[in-house]
């Protein structure tokens, strides 16, 4: 069986400090991990991967993620919050669906960044 | 230079008429997916197709029909459309490659903003 669990639907910080989105995953299969990030009235844009080689992901825009197999997690940080930043983010796991073979993809719930002046 | 890119962008009708999206990507992708996303920004799989051959189709009414000329394009089709069709729809793509692996990446359109009065 394949979940995410986005822990928080919405996040707050202030400008110029850190952010934390916490993710948990399930999966029957070796996963990838991913982040996206949806700005209002957007598509989804892709932040950053995990595919099974480093476990700390650098992505765009300052933000990385580490994998932690042990705690089944993919979080998502940022030393400092840009106003930029406000946006939508969901986390995504990826795996070969038990039968035919084909990619199975199941996206968390979403976190809303708020980011304070 | 758009990669994924979905017609119209705003979509208002009234209940029971039929409608279609279309999509179109540039990547040279050989996977196609719709997305639907809810007022609440949950976002679920509807259909992918792999070089034009249906691979995922979810639990969704038949009155939605997906139709992949090539492997390029894929439009969605909306029959005797009803008031909790209205959402946002995305369609996306991914290289048929990571489907194998389950690791590829999705690419997003904009989405088309369904209202259904």
């Known amino acids: 069986a394949q979940s995410v669990t986005q822990l928080d639907s919405h996040v707050s910080v202030s400008e110029g400090t850190p952010v934390l989105l916490r993710c948990n995953y399930s999966?029957?299969?070796?996963?990838?991990l991913f982040w996206y990030v949806q700005h209002p009235n957007k598509g989804l844009q892709l932040l950053l991967k995990?595919?099974?080689?480093?476990?700390l992901v650098k992505g765009i825009n300052g933000f990385e993620a580490e994998f932690k197999k042990s705690e089944t997690s993919f979080h998502l940080t940022k030393p400092s919050a840009h106003m930029s930043d406000a946006a939508e983010y969901f986390c995504?796991?990826?795996?070969?669906?038990?039968?035919?073979?084909?990619?199975?993809?199941?996206f968390g719930t979403g976190t809303k960044l708020q980011v304070i002046p | 230079d758009t990669a994924v890119s979905q017609t119209p962008k705003y979509l208002v009708t009234q209940m029971g008429n039929d409608k279609s999206i279309k999509c179109e990507q540039n990547l040279g992708h050989d996977t196609m997916y719709w997305y639907k996303q809810d007022s609440k920004k949950f976002l679920k799989i509807m259909f992918s197709?792999?070089?034009?051959?249906?691979?995922i189709n979810e639990t969704v009414p038949n009155r939605f029909s997906p139709k992949s000329p090539d492997k390029a394009h894929l439009n969605l089709h909306i029959n005797s459309l009803e008031l909790g069709d209205s959402a946002v729809y995305f369609c996306?793509?991914?290289?048929?490659?990571?489907?194998?692996?389950?690791?590829?990446?999705?690419?997003f359109g904009n989405g088309t903003r369904l209202t259904v009065t």
């Open positions: 995990y595919t099974s080689a480093a476990t």
């Open positions: 996306a793509s991914s290289r048929e490659s990571g489907i194998r692996r389950g690791n590829s990446p999705l690419h």
């Open positions: 999966s029957s299969y070796s996963p990838s």
């Open positions: 995504v796991v990826s795996d070969l669906a038990s039968s035919g073979g084909y990619q199975k993809v199941t």
């Open positions: 197709y792999n070089n034009k051959e249906l691979i």
